[in-house]
Antibody
Framework: EVQLVESGGGLVQPGRSLKLSCAAS????????MAWVRQAPKKGLEWVAT????????YYPDSVKGRFTISRDNAKSSLYLQMNSLKSEDTATYYC?????????WGQGVMVTVSS | DIQMTQSPASLSASLGETVTIECRAS??????LAWYQQKPGNSPQLLIY???SLADGVPSRFSGSGSGTQYSLKINSLQSEDVASYFC?????????FGAGTKLELK
């Protein structure tokens, strides 16, 4: 059974940093692209970042490019999202997802609140 | 960026009814479209991919169709467990983009 479990969320002040983690199990992690998708409270879904199988290629929308960094450790079957220079508009639930063009498995999500 | 316009924003239907949700892309996305269901308090779940392929474990009352810029999700014989929000997503280009969502309620 595919499982994705996020951790590392919380309350952070604007301008500060936070790192999210996602532990994957139930599939061969190193064979799949992985992604982060977020959802602001009562809002829709926004793709945040994608990383290739080896980690050599990463993709971001303009809204987070230069501030967020996605990475992975295939030996630990883990995905990460380093978020710097956080803004209030980054407040959202962040989901880890397996990315096979579509997002075919999602974690339960972790809440990030950016507020002073 | 490709804009995904989803309609309606909300929908109220009766048990057993057939429901259709539409998604229009701002340019041709060549059937690179997925539909997701998100029940209250839960994470999204994949329903349909490649515009018309049913994801594993999804009931056959769900179906997808469309091509080019116009796509739709149909739910036959609405069940109480179908109360949820539904989102479309294009993966033809980066950035992958989502529709704003349709909230489906029971009448």
């Amino acid at each position: 059974e595919v499982q994705l479990v996020e951790s590392g969320g919380g309350l952070v002040q604007p301008g500060r940093s936070l790192k999210l983690s996602c532990a994957a199990s139930g599939f061969t992690f190193s064979n799949y692209y992985m992604a982060w998708v977020r959802q602001a409270p009562k809002k829709g879904l926004e793709w945040v970042a994608t990383i290739s199988t080896s980690g050599s290629r990463t993709y971001y929308p303009d809204s987070v490019k230069g501030r967020f960094t996605i990475s992975r450790d295939n030996a630990k079957s883990s995905l990460y999202l380093q978020m710097n220079s956080l803004k209030s508009e980054d407040t959202a639930t962040y989901y880890c997802a397996r990315h096979r063009y579509r997002f075919d498995y999602w974690g339960q999500g972790v809440m990030v609140t950016v507020s002073s | 960026d490709i804009q995904m316009t989803q309609s309606p924003a909300s929908l109220s239907a009766s048990l057993g009814e057939t429901v259709t949700i539409e998604c229009r892309a701002s340019e041709d996305i060549y059937s690179n479209l997925a539909w997701y269901q998100q029940k209250p308090g839960n994470s999204p779940q994949l329903l349909i991919y490649d515009a018309n392929s049913l994801a594993d474990g999804v009931p056959s009352r769900f179906s997808g169709s469309g091509s080019g810029t116009q796509y739709s999700l149909k739910i036959n014989s609405l069940q109480s467990e179908d109360v949820a929000s539904y989102f479309c997503q294009q993966y033809n280009n980066y950035p992958n983009t989502f529709g704003a969502g349709t909230k489906l309620e029971l009448k």
